[in-house]
């Protein structure tokens, strides 16, 4: 099954964000950008990719093992500034996090380090905590996604505290369909 760990924004949080994303030109072109539906909005902190059925409690115990002690005070996060990865038609627009973000990127390497040493599969690129907002490609003109950049660039949104970890099952599709497997304490 294809598996990833994330955090997922508090309902306030998304509902703000959800208010600036509406007056962007992803949300308002007649094309279609493929705007992510805010249900699914989260910050990926490990994409596994695929892994056999047989290895869900390995990928179970690593992350019970990468997380904080508890009793932690929850890292305070914003979600703010935003940009863009790629280029042409793999272009995808984003929004940040502001905070204590550095803890995520701790929670990251250690969740890692656990799936490594389990012998356990996952995407190596370097954690940049994110929102997937759309991915317009080059459905709309360059202006427009410069437009939207700037907007995002200076949006700020409410303080939340990050307190859960979710194990995904991530189903591909338009849009895909998340299934939360498993919930962690952070």
Do not use: K
Not at 54 to 80: E, H, K, M, N, Y
Not at 81 to 99: E, Q, S, V, Y
Not at 129 to 142: E, K, Q, S, V, Y
């Amino acid at each position: 099954m294809r598996l990833f760990a994330g955090i997922h924004p508090p309902e306030e949080a998304c509902a703000h964000l959800a208010t600036h994303v509406r007056t962007l030109h992803v949300s308002t072109a007649a094309v279609n950008t493929r705007l992510a539906p805010r249900t699914q909005w989260h910050v990926t902190l490990v994409f596994l990719g695929e892994v056999p059925d047989d290895r869900l409690l390995d990928v179970d115990a690593a992350l019970q093992r990468s997380t904080p002690p508890v009793g932690t005070p929850s890292a305070r996060l914003r979600i703010a500034g935003g940009g863009r990865f790629g280029r042409g038609r793999f272009t995808i627009l984003w929004a940040g996090l502001t905070g204590e973000a550095d803890r995520l990127t701790t929670l990251a390497h250690g969740i890692r380090q656990e799936l490594q040493d389990a012998r356990l599969a996952f995407d190596g690129r370097p954690f940049r905590p994110h929102l997937t907002l759309a991915r317009p490609g080059d459905r709309i003109d360059r202006s427009q996604l410069e437009a939207d950049h700037a907007a995002l660039d200076a949006y700020r949104g409410p303080e939340w505290p990050a307190t859960t970890l979710r194990l995904m099952h991530s189903r591909l599709g338009s849009p895909p369909i998340y299934t939360e497997l498993a919930r962690y304490e952070i």
